[in-house]
C-alpha cells in the first residue's frame, strides 16, 4: 500500500517536469494557468535538486526506467553547469543543495559546487542573495538559508576547509544568552527561531558534527553551549521537549508551538544525536539520548497528524508538516533499534500513522497521487498541490517509500543519507554514494 502510493506520488510529480533550453525544471505549484519555474528552478527546497534524494530512494527499489535515468542525468548536467557561475550559497537553495544532488545522482561531480562554495567564501561566511533582506547581502546562520546548512553540506561531503570557514563563521555570530549560547538567523534580527530550521538547534548540530571530524573542540564545546541554552527555554512538563515558534513571538497568526522539521521539537531532536556524535554525554543535567526521547515523546503526543483547529496541522509536507515528521520518526526508530526496542516498536509506529494520514489524504488523478495543504489566514484556505521536495509530492514519495521498505525488511534496511541527517540514523544503514566521511 505504501510503495504504491509512493510511487503514485512520484508518478505525478514526474508528471509536472518541464524542459526547456536550459534543461529540466519544476513548478512550484501546479494550478489551472500556465506553469512557472519555481524563483531559483535548480534548488533542493523546490527545484529539481529536490527530485534527486528521490531518484537515490527509488534506486533502493527497483531500477530505474529510462525516462528517470534521462532525467537524473539533465539534473546532473544543468546543476553542474549551473554550479560554476552560482552566487548563492545555501542548502535548502543554493550551491549547498547542488552538492546534495549531485552527489546523489553521480559522486564526484558535486566537486564542482564544493570548489564555488569555497571561491565564495569569505571569513564572515558567505553572502546570499535571499530578498529575505532586501537591504543587505550580509551572512545569515541557519540551517535552510545560511552557514549552518553549509557546514552540515562539507561535513557529508568531506569537505574540511568549508566546515572550519563556515564553523568560524557560526562561532563569531554566536550570542551570549542568559544560559549557554543563541544564534538568530542573522546578528541583530529581531528575533530569534530557536528550532532547527532556522536557529540554535540547526546551528549547535552543525558544530557538533564539524567539531567531532575536524577535532576542533571549539565548536564542540559551542555547540554544548547552544543546547545549554534550549534546554534552558524549553518547557519539560511532562516528559517533553518543546521550545516555542519564536522569541519574542511572531506577529504573525502563528500557533506560539508548532511540532515539525522547521520550528518543532521533531527537527530539534536531530541536535542531540549531534551531540553524542561529537562525545557530548549530557547538557544541563540531562543525558542526550534523554532529550531526545523526550522531543519525539512531545511529538508523539501533541496530538497530530490530526488537524484539531486552524493553524495547528495544515500541511503534510517534509519542511512543515506529516512526512518530515516521519521520516524523523524512522530515523528514531532505526536508531533506537540498536539499542531499546520499546522505543524502536514506538517510533515506527509513530511513523506508520504519520504515513496513514497521508494515505488518507492523498488525491488521485490520472498522473498519480498529490496533496493540498490548508493556509488557514487566506480565503479560499486550500492551497494549489505542489511537485517539489519540501513542500510537496516529491518530499512525500520519498518519505513513503522508506517507509515501505523499513515495514518489509525491518529497522535495519538502508537509508538514503542527507547533510542535514545522516548523523541522526547509525553508520551500519547508511548510504553515501561516495562517502568519504
Not at 529510462?66 to 557561475?85: N, P, Q
Not at 511532562?238 to 516555542?244: A, L, R, W
Not at 522569541?247 to 504573525?252: D, F, G, Q, W
Not at 542531540?272 to 547538557?283: C, D, E, K, S, Y
Request: charged share 20%.
Amino acid at each position: 500500500m505504501y510503495r504504491e502510493l509512493g510511487e503514485a506520488a512520484w508518478a505525478w510529480t514526474l508528471a509536472h517536469v518541464h524542459h526547456d533550453e536550459d534543461g529540466p525544471w519544476l513548478p512550484a505549484e501546479v494550478t489551472d494557468g500556465e506553469p512557472h519555474p519555481a524563483p531559483d528552478r535548480d534548488s533542493l527546497y523546490a527545484g529539481i535538486a529536490g527530485l534527486a534524494p528521490v531518484l537515490a530512494e527509488i534506486r533502493l527499489h527497483r531500477p530505474l526506467t529510462g525516462a528517470e535515468t534521462d532525467l537524473a542525468d539533465a539534473i546532473v548536467a544543468r546543476l553542474s553547469a549551473a554550479a560554476a557561475t552560482r552566487v548563492e550559497p545555501s542548502l535548502y537553495d543554493g550551491l549547498g543543495g547542488d552538492t546534495t544532488a549531485l552527489r546523489l545522482l553521480e559522486p564526484g561531480r558535486e566537486r564542482v559546487a564544493l570548489d564555488r562554495l569555497a571561491d565564495l567564501s569569505t571569513p564572515g561566511g558567505w553572502e546570499t542573495t535571499f530578498t529575505i533582506r532586501p537591504d543587505s547581502t550580509a551572512p545569515l546562520t541557519d540551517v535552510v538559508m545560511g552557514a549552518a546548512g553549509i557546514v552540515h553540506t562539507a561535513a557529508w561531503a568531506g569537505r574540511k576547509d568549508l566546515m572550519s570557514t563556515g564553523g568560524e563563521a557560526l562561532l563569531q555570530t554566536a550570542e551570549p544568552a542568559e544560559a549557554g549560547l543563541n544564534w538568530r538567523m542573522w546578528p541583530g534580527y529581531r528575533s530569534s527561531s530557536p528550532n532547527f530550521s532556522h536557529g540554535t538547534a540547526g546551528v549547535a548540530a552543525a558544530l557538533a558534527v564539524a567539531g567531532h571530524l575536524l577535532g576542533r573542540s571549539d565548536f564542540v564545546d559551542a555547540a554544548g553551549r547552544g543546547v545549554e541554552h534550549l534546554v534552558a527555554i524549553a518547557d519539560l512538563d511532562g516528559g517533553g521537549f518543546v521550545i516555542p515558534h519564536t522569541i519574542p513571538p511572531s506577529e504573525r497568526e502563528v500557533e506560539p508551538v508548532t511540532y515539525n522539521w522547521c520550528h518543532g521539537p521533531a527537527g530539534t531532536s536531530q541536535v542531540f544525536p549531534a551531540l553524542a556524535l561529537a562525545g557530548i554525554t549530557q547538557v544541563g543535567g540531562f543525558p542526550v539520548d534523554e532529550l531526545r526521547r523526550r522531543c519525539l515523546h512531545s511529538v508523539l503526543t501533541c496530538g497530530i497528524p490530526a488537524r484539531l483547529r486552524p493553524g495547528f496541522w495544515d500541511n503534510d509536507g517534509r519542511c512543515c508538516g506529516t512526512a518530515g515528521v516521519g521520516d524523523i520518526l524512522l530515523d528514531a526508530a532505526q536508531s533506537a533499534a540498536q539499542g531499546v526496542a520499546q522505543d524502536a516498536a514506538l517510533y515506527l509506529a509513530g511513523a506508520r500513522t504519520m504515513a496513514d494520514a497521508l494515505t488518507d489524504r492523498a488525491i488521485r488523478d490520472d498522473a498519480g497521487a498529490h496533496w493540498r495543504f490548508v493556509e488557514h489566514r487566506q480565503d479560499p484556505p486550500l492551497l494549489p498541490p505542489s511537485p517539489t521536495w519540501m513542500q510537496g509530492s516529491a518530499g512525500i514519495a520519498a518519505f513513503l517509500l522508506r517507509f515501505a521498505r523499513v515495514a518489509d525488511d525491518g529497522l535495519d534496511a538502508p537509508v538514503i543519507d542527507r547533510p542535514d541527517q545522516w548523523f541522526a540514523v547509525p553508520t551500519a544503514v547508511r548510504v553515501t554514494p561516495g562517502r568519504s566521511v
